[in-house]
């Protein structure tokens, strides 16, 4: 069985000073070397990146072949908000391939984000695979199937060339695949340890050339396609100069820096509400990014009867 262990507390809710509910969680940080230089709880554990693994789908998607604009590309890396922006570069992923929605595969779904979920229903719209944040991921896949003539409609079968040469992509780079399951959207999920994850971010941000520079290059470029507007995760790569970052479900966090340092962050309970509290504060740690950014990350303030009474605050971080 794999499993996390027993995680250190690394974040608590503190409501008008009393601690309310703790999140346990374990954080890595590698040098370019791949050895750690910081880290609280077992960090060889492993974990389902869900969609933090997504850059990594991506490149090896280009390593098949698949070359196509940088925003298109960011889009591949994305678990996108459902903005206007994001659902036509997928359609232009799709299109330049010859494609269209209706090849997409991953599970229908409403937009990722409140405002643009809101949006969609008052237009009488439903779920649907193009508005789902997976949906540059999986055309990405498609437009590489199409690319070298493998089959499309079984593009998310484990044992697809596009999902063989994602398996190939990790072991590549020196990771151990410990576990393959099925993500949300119905593509293979597999597990790799903690510092495996911050080690191939930081070999991607670090790439001063071939595939992985593209995909560095193309989510650099393009932040507000990877995230979207008022995303963390957006907001944390306009912040940091040359980081690459992706965040996950289950409480997921991954990011490179240019000098190929890697950091992951994995909170053990899957809740979101403490990973981006639990970033900022290793950027505060590091030194990364300005006092505004740190203080935006970890800015998650709880409510009671709307005013401010406490927040989710990093422990021992």
Known sequence: MVNLGDPPVIA??????????????IIVVTRADGSVSYSRGDYTSDILPRSALKPLQALAMVRCGLDVPSDQLAVACA???????????????LHGAGLDESDLRNTPDLPLMDAQRNEWIAAGRGPSSLAQNCSGKHAAMLATSALNEWRRDTYLNRGHPAQQAVLETIRSLGVRIAWTSIDGCGAPAL????VGLA????????ATGGAEKEIADAMRSHPELVGGT???????????????AKDGAEGVYAA???????????????????????????????????????????????????????????IDI
């Open 12 to 25: 608590q809710v503190v409501r008008n000073g009393f601690v309310e509910s703790a999140h346990r969680g």
């Open 79 to 93: 678990s996108h908000s459902g903005e206007p922006m994001h659902l036509q570069t997928v359609l232009d992923l």
């Open 191 to 194: 597990a790799v340890s903690l």
């Open 199 to 206: 080690r191939m971010f930081g070999t991607i941000a670090s």
């Open 230 to 244: 008022g995303r963390d995760v957006t907001d944390l790569m306009r912040g940091v100069p040359g980081m690459v």
């Open 256 to 314: 490179g820096l240019p000098d190929g340092r890697g950091i992951a962050i994995k909170i053990a309970d899957g809740g979101i509400r403490a990973r981006p509290v639990v970033m900022g504060a290793v950027l505060r740690r590091l030194w990364l990014g300005d006092a505004g950014l740190r203080a935006r990350m970890m800015e998650a303030p709880i409510y009671g009867r709307g005013q401010v009474v406490g927040a989710v605050i990093p």
